[in-house]
């Protein structure tokens, strides 16, 4: 079992930089593939971020690659997503999640509750 909290979010202008993080409980942590989804207003959830086990590879949509870094650290069983370069087009609920797989949020079992991050043009 792995629960979730996210912290982080608030309103940037457009440019800006937030870092998001996501504090895990659980022995599990460690064992799971980690992934921050998205979900703006009358949008579907969108992938954003994966990141394997052992931090070695890293995935991304393509809609934040080159401004988006995910990173964790097991020992603190902590996950963290870096955004520079804020778009007003990234503004949604952004979820933490762990699991199997990495791109689909069909393969993660356990979410946290989202924390809300507006971007101001």
């Known amino acids: 079992q792995v629960q979730l909290v996210e912290s982080g979010g608030g309103l940037v202008q457009a440019g800006g930089s937030l870092r998001l993080s996501c504090a895990a409980s659980g022995r599990t942590f460690v064992s799971a593939v980690m992934g921050w989804f998205r979900q703006a207003p009358g949008k579907e959830r969108e992938f954003v971020a994966a990141?394997?086990?052992?931090?070695?590879?890293?995935y991304y949509a393509d809609s934040v690659k080159g401004r988006f870094t995910i990173s964790r650290d097991n020992a603190e069983n902590t996950g963290y997503l870096q955004m520079n370069g804020l778009k007003p087009e990234d503004t949604a609920v952004y979820y933490c999640?762990?699991?199997?797989?990495?791109?689909?949020?069909?393969?993660?079992?356990?979410w946290g509750q989202g924390t809300q991050v507006t971007v101001s043009s």
């Open positions: 990141i394997s086990r052992s931090g070695a590879r890293t």
């Open positions: 999640a762990a699991g199997r797989g990495y791109l689909s949020d069909k393969e993660y079992d356990y």
